[in-house]
């Protein structure tokens, strides 16, 4: 009982740390009136705290599982809204339909590209953490 009352803590002070950059990244670009959404900047700053070592990873890992784990559930609002613009959908569907796949397909490849040159870069022995 005890065990998972930790974790349970842990998990949360985590997810308040990283909502902590999400937080900071959001006044910085306010702040600097910067076209770059908080969110985006916050997990930069993040990113570069970790890459750094200022924060270790695993002062971040299980609360990050936790997020992407449930990330969906927050997709689910935006897709059921599709449905209040069926006109929309009837007249430009299509269109939306393409765009969509051309970009998933983009996306999948860009990152199978990055992945196969980290993986060649690590068989190299090129990666500096």
């Given at each position: 009982m005890r065990s998972k009352l930790l974790l349970s803590?842990?998990?949360?002070?985590?997810?308040?740390?990283?909502?902590?950059?999400a937080m900071i990244g959001d006044v910085v670009s306010t702040g600097l009136q910067l076209p770059l959404p908080g969110n985006i900047i916050g997990l930069i700053l993040?990113?570069?705290?970790?890459?750094?070592?200022?924060?270790?990873?695993?002062?971040?890992?299980?609360?990050?599982r936790l997020l992407l784990l449930v990330m969906p559930l927050f997709f689910v609002p935006a897709l059921s809204g599709i449905m209040d613009y069926t006109v929309f959908?009837?007249?430009s569907g299509l269109q939306v339909l393409v765009i969509l796949i051309i970009s998933s397909l983009l996306t999948l490849t860009g990152s199978a590209f990055i992945v196969d040159r980290l993986a060649q870069r690590k068989e190299r022995g090129d990666v500096h953490e």
């Open positions: 803590v842990t998990i949360l002070l985590q997810i308040v740390l990283i909502s902590c950059f993040l990113y570069l705290a970790l890459k750094s070592r200022l924060l270790k990873v695993s002062c971040v890992e299980q609360g990050g959908m009837r007249q």
